[in-house]
C-alpha cells in the first residue's frame, strides 16, 4: 500500500534549462506561412526557445542537472546513475548521458540513455527507480533533454510550429518513508509508429531525417491512452484521482491537457501548464513542467503528484509521486 513506509526513490531536487532564444508566434509567421491565432487557438502555444549553435541536447541537459543537484544539496560526486532520455542526442553514440557525466564530474557512475521520445522521461523515471528500489543505485539523475529544433522540417507548418527546445532534470535518492514514486504504468504499440516519427537518423539512412506527424490522429490516441493510463497508475498506487494535488503533463497541446482533465473529471487548475511558453520539448517536457512548478511554489513537498506522457511509438506512461 502506497502509504506505508517503505524504500522508494524520492525526488529531492529539480533543475530545468532553456536555450537563450525565445521565438514569439508572431516572429515564426515571419518565415512560416502560419499566424499567432491559429497557433494559439490550436494549440495554446504563445512562445518557444530555440536551441543556438553552441547549445546542445547534453549542455542543456547538464545546465539542468547541475540545478536540480544544487536544489537537492547534493555533489555531482554523489551520483552513481545517470539516466538521460532523448530522442535529439548530440551524436548517435556515445550516450548523451555520458558527455553530462564528464561535464559534471562525476565519471564512472553508471550513465546511459532511454530513447521514448515524448514519453522518454517517464520510462527513465522508471528504470532509476526500479534500480534504486533493487539496491544497485542510491542517488540518480533523471534527465530529460531535447533539441527538436534540429529535426524539424521549417517548411511544413503543420509541425514546425509545435515544438521547442530545452531540459529538465531531477534528483532521485532512495529512502525509506511514504515520499517519492508510488507507482508507474508504461505501455507502448508499435502499430502506430508511422503517425509519429522521424523519416531518418541513427546511421541507417545516412541522414539525420526530419520530424512527421499526422497531427489530428496522434491527438485522439492521445487523450484516450493518457486518460487511461492515469486510472491504472493511481489504482495500482490505491489512490482515488480526488486526491490528485497536480497533473504534470507532457505538454504538447494545451486542448490535450484540458481534454484529459475533463476525461477525468479534474479541474483544469489542477493541470500544471507550460506549453504556452515551452512548446513541445518532447522528453523535456515534463521534468520542465515540474521544475517551472517548483520553483514558482505551486507543488510543495508532500503533494500528490501524477507525471504523465504520451509520444512516438507510440509511447505512453504515467507515475504517481508523493513529492
Ligand atoms: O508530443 C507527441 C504527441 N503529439 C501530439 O500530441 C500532437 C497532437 N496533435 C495536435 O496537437 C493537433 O492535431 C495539431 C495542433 C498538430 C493540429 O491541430 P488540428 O486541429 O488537428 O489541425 P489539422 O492538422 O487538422 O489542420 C487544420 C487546418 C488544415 O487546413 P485545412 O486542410 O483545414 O484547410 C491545415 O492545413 O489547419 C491548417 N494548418 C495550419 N494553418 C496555419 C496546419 N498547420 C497550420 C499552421 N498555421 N501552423
Redesign the pocket.
Known amino acids: 500500500m502506497s502509504d506505508q513506509p517503505a524504500l522508494r526513490a524520492v525526488i529531492k531536487g529539480t533543475g530545468s534549462a532553456l536555450p537563450r532564444t525565445k521565438v514569439s508566434n508572431a516572429e515564426?509567421?515571419a518565415k512560416?506561412?502560419?499566424?499567432d491565432d491559429?497557433?494559439v487557438e490550436?494549440?495554446g502555444i504563445h512562445f518557444r526557445h530555440i536551441a543556438e549553435d553552441d547549445e546542445t541536447t547534453s549542455s542543456l541537459a547538464t545546465e539542468a542537472a547541475a540545478k536540480a543537484l544544487v536544489a537537492a544539496g547534493m555533489e555531482a560526486t554523489d551520483v552513481d546513475l545517470i539516466v538521460l532520455a532523448t530522442a535529439t542526442p548530440d551524436q548517435t553514440f556515445p550516450a548523451t548521458a555520458t558527455i553530462v557525466q564528464d561535464n559534471l564530474g562525476c565519471n564512472g557512475c553508471v550513465a546511459f540513455d532511454v530513447a521514448a521520445?515524448?514519453s522518454g522521461f517517464l520510462y527513465a523515471l522508471s528504470v532509476a527507480e526500479s534500480m534504486i528500489r533493487a539496491g544497485s543505485a542510491k542517488n540518480a539523475l533523471v534527465i530529460g533533454a531535447e533539441t527538436f529544433s534540429r529535426i524539424l522540417d521549417w517548411e511544413?507548418?503543420?509541425?514546425?510550429?509545435?515544438?521547442g527546445d530545452g531540459a529538465g532534470a531531477i534528483v532521485l535518492s532512495g529512502e525509506i518513508g511514504t515520499k517519492g514514486v508510488l507507482s508507474t504504468r508504461l505501455h507502448a504499440d508499435g502499430a502506430h509508429n508511422q503517425l509519429?516519427y522521424v523519416d531518418g537518423g541513427a546511421g541507417t539512412t545516412g541522414t539525420v531525417g526530419k520530424l512527421r506527424?499526422?497531427?489530428?490522429?496522434?491527438?485522439r490516441?492521445?487523450v484516450v491512452n493518457l486518460s487511461s493510463v492515469l486510472h491504472e497508475a493511481l489504482a495500482e498506487a490505491s489512490i482515488p484521482v480526488e486526491e490528485v494535488d497536480w497533473i504534470v503533463p507532457?505538454?504538447?497541446?494545451e486542448?490535450?491537457l484540458d481534454a484529459t482533465a475533463k476525461k477525468l473529471k479534474l479541474p483544469k487548475e489542477k493541470v500544471i501548464k507550460t506549453v504556452d511558453q515551452h512548446a513541445?520539448t518532447?522528453a523535456a517536457?515534463v521534468p520542465l513542467a515540474l521544475d517551472t512548478a517548483v520553483t514558482d511554489g505551486r507543488v510543495k513537498e508532500g503533494d500528490l503528484l501524477v507525471l504523465e506522457?504520451?509520444?512516438?511509438g507510440f509511447t505512453w506512461g504515467a507515475s504517481v509521486v508523493r513529492f
Open positions: 515564426l509567421a512560416v506561412d502560419t499566424s491559429w497557433i490550436r494549440t521520445v515524448c511544413d507548418r503543420a509541425t514546425c510550429v509545435l515544438f509519429l506527424m499526422k497531427g489530428r490522429e496522434v491527438f490516441h492521445a507532457h505538454q504538447a497541446n486542448r490535450i513541445n518532447s517536457s506522457a504520451m509520444g512516438g
